[in-house]
């Protein structure tokens, strides 16, 4: 008999590292965990199994049909925002045709099954473009409908996907003779930027409060590359794996729509590295604005409005930012510091 697994990609990276521990403290499911890199030893575990291979090679996810019972996807596997700059079509391929093949593989896995797959994605804050500070100023918390033109190659890639996603789980195949009976149950959260204790983030463009934190708590100096009024929600980590286990485990009826916002507190800069100098007062924090990375966050909204995931599955942050540092990231990070654990 095939296992009963959830498969997650991009396992390895700082989402994956958060919902693979999580669900293994709950002992909510087998993981069947696929990433470019091999796994961190901490995790290995955790997983019923891991792969390492490419969310573009098509032989690998169809083999997955094969020898498991995929009952939920979690699509993590990405490219950042200041990374896919460096190379925008490659990180097209990545999030794009990544996101495809694994929408496939979702479509494939419902019909053998005989029921859809869930299909969770993070999307993010990346989505939006507001055209100007004034606008990102003036337009308080941003609804998922509103300011849906990115600037960034990744932004694109995520605001495509979702509607992907939209695609694959309601029109796939709309004129086929023999139109698809299950299909994926796409679920799509927009995410904030995420500050996590254990992991640091690579090649977004929110890591300004991230690595601030982390820097000062190695005691390496630090350069924001961001003015200190900027303004973006953030998020704590086990708060992200929260909004995904919940919407996975939401009663599909209560779904109004299959992107939601989520969000938790809205710092500045200089709101953050306020918290990191009470934790580490001795922290060397300089800002050197990086002019095309300020554009960047610029364009992405002051805060958003997460009213529709809070009403359809009952989405509440445990986090606001006084807990979230006092009581998650500065005793988790003391901790990272000063031991190997992971
Ligand atoms: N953290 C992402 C990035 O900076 C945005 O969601 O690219």
Aim: glycine fraction near 4%; proline fraction near 6%; charged fraction near 25%.
């Amino acid at each position: 008999m095939r296992r009963e697994v959830i498969l997650i990609t991009g396992a390895n990276g700082e989402i994956g590292h958060g919902l693979i521990t999580q669900i293994h403290k709950e002992n909510r499911a087998r993981v069947v965990a696929l990433d470019l890199k091999p796994l961190d030893d901490c995790l290995m575990p955790y997983c019923e199994r891991f792969i390492v291979g490419d969310i573009l090679d098509k032989m690998l996810l169809g083999r997955l049909i094969a020898e498991y019972e995929i009952t939920s996807i979690f699509h993590l596997a990405s490219i950042l925002s200041t990374k896919a700059e460096y190379n925008p079509e490659a990180a097209h391929e990545i999030n794009v045709e990544g996101t495809i093949n694994l929408l496939r593989l979702g479509v494939e896995l419902s019909q053998w099954q005989g029921k859809p797959v869930k299909f969770i994605y993070p999307s993010s804050i990346a989505v939006y473009g507001l055209p100007n500070i004034e606008s990102k100023r003036s337009s308080g918390k941003v609804r998922e409908d509103q300011f849906c033109s990115p600037n960034t190659m990744y932004g694109c890639n995520k605001i495509y996907c979702e509607n992907l996603g939209r695609y694959y789980s309601k029109h796939y195949r709309q004129l086929a003779k023999d139109p698809v009976k299950n299909t994926v149950d796409f679920r799509c959260l927009r995410f904030p930027g995420l500050v996590s204790a254990e992991t640091i983030p690579t090649g977004g463009t929110s890591d300004f409060g991230p690595e601030m934190l982390h820097y000062a708590a190695q005691n390496v100096p630090y350069d924001c590359f961001v003015r200190e009024d900027t303004r973006i929600p953030f998020m704590a980590m086990p708060d992200a794996i929260k909004a995904l286990l919940m919407l996975e485990a939401a009663p599909m009826a209560n779904l109004t729509q299959t992107s939601y916002n989520v969000t938790s507190f809205s710092p500045t800069a200089a709101e953050i590295e306020q918290y990191v100098r009470k934790a580490f007062p001795e922290a060397q924090i300089n800002y050197a604005v990086h002019p095309q990375r300020q554009t960047i966050v610029d364009s992405w909204p002051a805060d958003v409005d997460d009213s529709p995931a809070r009403k359809d599955w009952n989405w509440e942050p445990d986090y606001d930012m006084r807990k979230a540092f006092e009581e998650y990231l500065i005793p988790a990070i003391r901790n990272r510091y000063s031991s190997s654990s992971c």
